[in-house]
Nanobody
Framework: VQLQASGGGPVQPGGSLRLSCAAS????????MGWYRQPPGKQRELVAF???????NHADSVKGRFTISRDNAKNTVYLQMNSLKPEDTAVYYC?????????WGQGTLVTVSS
């Protein structure tokens, strides 16, 4: 399945964005989907993941500010990002978590700056 992340852009600190990850095929049988990010000059990290039963987990750095969700009928995974901080600036990617992870796409750039 191919994954396309979108929804990034420039935003001021304290602002919000919603990222979308559209899959070319069904995601209903994919056990775990996740959002990753790679800040400038740093390694890629897992930000949040969601199981096909709807259980979620968020990294401590985004807990209470970001919310991952998935719509299996639309083959889409979302990341609602609120109270954005400059340190959230990164390229954001979606991908399968664990076995079956796809090649990394281009991601979507989020820039948090005043």
């Amino acid at each position: 399945v191919q994954l396309q992340a979108s929804g990034g852009g420039p935003v001021q600190p304290g602002g919000s964005l919603r990222l979308s990850c559209a899959a070319s095929g069904s995601i209903s049988n994919i056990p775990v989907m996740g959002w990753y990010r790679q800040p400038p000059g740093k390694q890629r990290e897992l930000v949040a993941f969601i199981t096909n039963l709807g259980s979620t987990n968020h990294a401590d750095s985004v807990k209470g500010r970001f919310t991952i969700s998935r719509d299996n009928a639309k083959n889409t995974v979302y990341l609602q990002m609120n109270s954005l901080k400059p340190e959230d600036t990164a390229v954001y990617y979606c991908n399968i978590v664990g076995v079956g992870r796809e090649p990394w796409g281009q991601g979507t750039l989020v820039t948090v700056s005043s």
